[in-house]
C-alpha cells in the first residue's frame, strides 16, 4: 500500500480505490479527507482532530464511516452508526483495510492534568499510528509512525520508543511544530548513527507518497 504524508500527524493509506486518513487534525489541509472510505481518530486533540471538518466531510460522503474512542465519538453528533468505538485489543476493517487497536491513554502532558483517552492502530498488520501515545503493540511493526516533537515528549523517550518497537522503518509525524532547526535536530538523534538505531528513520514532507 501506498502511504502519503499529509501535514503534522495526518497520513493516508491508500491501495487501488481504497483510501483510509488517519488522525486530520487543525494542521491538514481538510482536502486530505476527499475521497475517502473511512477515518481513524485516535484522539481528541484539535491537531489530530477537527469535529466541525469532519462533520462536514461525512455530510458530503454518506458512507463515510469514522473509527475511534469514545471521546471523539461523543464529539460526532447526527451521524448515527457511521461512527464506530473501539478500544484496545479490538480489530476492525476499515475502507478494506484490517486495522487492530493498541492502547489507550494519552501519554502523560503533566501530572496535574488529565489523560484523555488514545487509540493507536495498526494498519494491515504493517503500519502503526500511535497518536499521542508511546504504545508498543504486542506484535511486529514493519513502518513506525513515530511522534517526534510535542509538548508531552522528551527526545530521550522517543529514542527508546524506537528501540521498543524495534520497527523495520521508522517515518517521522507530530512534527509540525518544529522549524527546520529542530527537524535536522531531531534527524540526527534518530538517524543513522544516531542511539535510535538500527531502525532506519525518514522524513516525508506533506504531499510525499512512499509504498510500505
Excluded at 4 to 29: N, Q, W, Y
Excluded at 166 to 172: E, G, K, R, T
Excluded at 201 to 210: F, H, I, K, N, Q
Aim: glycine share 12%; charged share 20%; hydrophobic share 45%.
Amino acid at each position: 500500500m501506498e502511504l502519503t504524508k499529509h501535514g503534522h500527524a495526518c497520513v493516508v493509506l491508500s491501495e487501488g480505490d481504497r483510501r483510509l486518513v488517519i488522525d486530520p487534525g487543525a494542521f491538514t489541509d481538510p482536502a486530505a479527507l476527499d475521497g475517502a472510505g473511512a477515518v481513524l481518530v485516535t484522539h481528541e486533540h484539535a491537531d489530530h482532530f477537527v469535529p466541525d471538518v469532519l462533520l462536514r466531510a461525512m455530510d458530503a460522503d454518506p458512507a463515510l464511516e469514522v473509527w475511534t474512542n469514545g471521546s471523539v465519538a461523543a464529539r460526532l453528533e447526527g451521524v448515527g452508526a457511521r461512527v464506530h468505538v473501539v478500544g484496545d485489543g479490538d480489530a476492525v476493517t476499515a475502507a478494506g483495510f484490517e486495522v487492530t487497536v493498541h492502547g489507550e491513554l494519552h501519554a502523560v502532558i503533566h501530572p496535574d492534568l488529565p489523560r484523555p483517552a488514545n487509540v493507536g492502530f495498526l494498519v494491515g498488520g504493517a503500519v502503526f499510528h500511535p497518536g499521542d501515545a508511546l504504545t508498543v503493540p504486542q506484535e511486529p511493526v514493519a513502518t513506525l509512525l513515530l511522534p517526534v516533537h510535542a509538548p508531552w515528549s522528551k527526545m530521550s523517550e522517543v529514542v527508546d520508543y524506537v528501540r521498543a518497537v524495534h520497527a523495520d522503518q521508522a517515518y517521522a509525524i507530530h512534527d509540525g511544530l518544529l522549524n527546520d532547526d529542530g527537524l535536522r535536530i531531531v534527524g540526527t538523534l534518530l538517524g543513522e548513527g544516531g542511539p535510535g538505531t538500527p531502525t532506519p528513520y525518514g522524513r516525508l514532507v506533506p504531499g510525499d507518497t512512499v509504498e510500505v
